[in-house]
């Protein structure tokens, strides 16, 4: 074997070392690269699969193509089984005009949505919840994508203060007393029928006023 053919051999050998050594740095970042997408896929899934909020996946055809765990303590439905049916099945009748216009809006205009509606639970009963949705796109396919929020603590919080308000204001106009509500400085931001008919007012007359110009000193102390 001539000089020039060893020569030739031991290039060739040491690319082919050099080859072998790229391939298996190329392996090794690879592998690393696939056990940080694993870590990050996991950490995203568990974040996504322990949030209160139903996370869901719709089709332009109305198919839900994904929700959330959550859907189960939340509305008490299996996701496997709701998981491919049209989400109008799960609407009640009255908000379905609703529902449609809305991911009308979604797909033909791009609009991020947020509102709030009802949604059936696996009893049937109306629950009250906020819906934020946006497009997404998923392979070759564009979604609509979002979160529903069970929202039936603030209804029936807001319920409750209404109905408090609404009490309270029927004491203030039929108490058979005089009641004024002033400010720190005196003045005059509201007052009950029986206190402008005791000082002879019209309700109009005094808000605003300051109740030592309203009412003499004789009638300043009563009131």
């Known amino acids: 074997?001539?000089?020039?053919?060893?020569?030739?051999?031991?290039?060739?050998?040491?690319?082919?070392?050099q080859q072998i050594k790229q391939l298996k740095m190329d392996a090794q970042l690879s592998q690393k690269k696939i056990l940080e997408y694993e870590k990050n896929y996991n950490s995203l899934k568990s974040?996504?699969?322990?949030?209160?909020?139903i996370l869901f996946l719709?089709?332009?055809?109305?198919?839900?193509?994904?929700?959330?765990?959550?859907v189960y303590p939340v509305l008490g439905y299996d996701?496997?089984?709701?998981?491919?049916?049209?989400?109008?099945?799960?609407?009640?009748?009255q908000e379905l005009?609703?529902?449609?216009?809305?991911?009308?809006?979604?797909?033909?205009?791009?609009?991020?949505?947020?509102?709030?509606?009802?949604?059936?639970?696996?009893?049937?009963?109306s629950v009250p919840i906020e819906i934020t949705g946006q497009l997404v796109k998923h392979g070759k396919e564009t979604l609509a994508q979002g979160t529903i929020r069970d929202i039936s603590d603030r209804v029936q919080a807001e319920k409750e203060k209404k109905e408090s308000e609404?009490?309270?204001?029927?004491?203030?106009e039929f108490s058979p007393s005089g009641i004024i509500i002033e400010d720190k400085e005196g003045i005059i931001l509201d007052a009950n029928p029986s206190w402008c008919k005791m000082l002879g007012y019209k309700r109009k007359e005094i808000v605003g006023?300051?109740?030592?110009?309203?009412?003499?000193?004789?009638?300043?102390?009563?009131?």
């Open 1 to 17: 074997m001539s000089d020039n053919t060893k020569d030739q051999i031991m290039i060739e050998n040491r690319d082919l070392h």
């Open 47 to 53: 974040i996504v699969e322990s949030t209160l909020d």
């Open 58 to 70: 719709v089709t332009k055809k109305r198919i839900i193509k994904y929700l959330s765990p959550s």
């Open 79 to 93: 996701r496997d089984k709701v998981i491919g049916t049209s989400f109008t099945k799960y609407v009640p009748k």
């Open 97 to 125: 005009p609703r529902y449609l216009q809305t991911i009308k809006d979604v797909f033909q205009n791009k609009k991020i949505t947020h509102f709030e509606t009802k949604i059936k639970n696996i009893r049937g009963k």
């Open 166 to 172: 609404e009490f309270y204001r029927t004491l203030f």
């Open 209 to 223: 006023e300051k109740i030592h110009k309203i009412a003499d000193p004789e009638n300043y102390e009563k009131v």
